[in-house]
């Protein structure tokens, strides 16, 4: 199984960035993916998640703001990033959970200048 995601960058606070991340391999017939973030000297947290067939799950600090999304005949997932402020700013790393087992993408980095 891989990842690859991409859609880091540096914005200002205020605007919006979106995330990618492809799935690959052998990841049928269900999985749940997302986007976790890590911020200097914290641990890593959820943020969004979205199962194939399209739940979702938000972290309270990404309701209302962040949208995850699937397109799942590309085994592709988004994650829409809107009004940032510089409490966003973190590694933020894909992830796909097949039948319980986890797989990491390489983190993107996002940076919110205040």
């Known amino acids: 199984v891989q990842l690859q995601a991409s859609g880091g960058g540096l914005v200002q606070a205020g605007e919006s960035l979106r995330l990618s991340c492809a799935a690959s391999?052998?990841?049928?017939?269900?999985?749940?993916m997302g986007w976790y973030r890590q911020a200097p000297g914290k641990q890593r947290d959820l943020v969004a998640t979205?199962?194939?067939?399209?739940?979702?799950n938000y972290a309270a600090s990404a309701k209302g703001r962040f949208t995850v999304s699937r397109d799942h005949t590309k085994n592709t997932v988004y994650l829409q990033m809107d009004g940032l402020t510089p409490e966003d700013t973190a590694v933020y790393y894909c992830?796909?959970?097949?039948?319980?087992?986890?797989?990491w993408g390489q983190g993107t980095l996002v940076t919110v200048s205040s």
């Open positions: 992830n796909i959970n097949l039948r319980g087992k986890d797989y």
């Open positions: 391999g052998s990841i049928y017939p269900s999985w749940t």
């Open positions: 979205i199962t194939r067939a399209g739940s979702t």
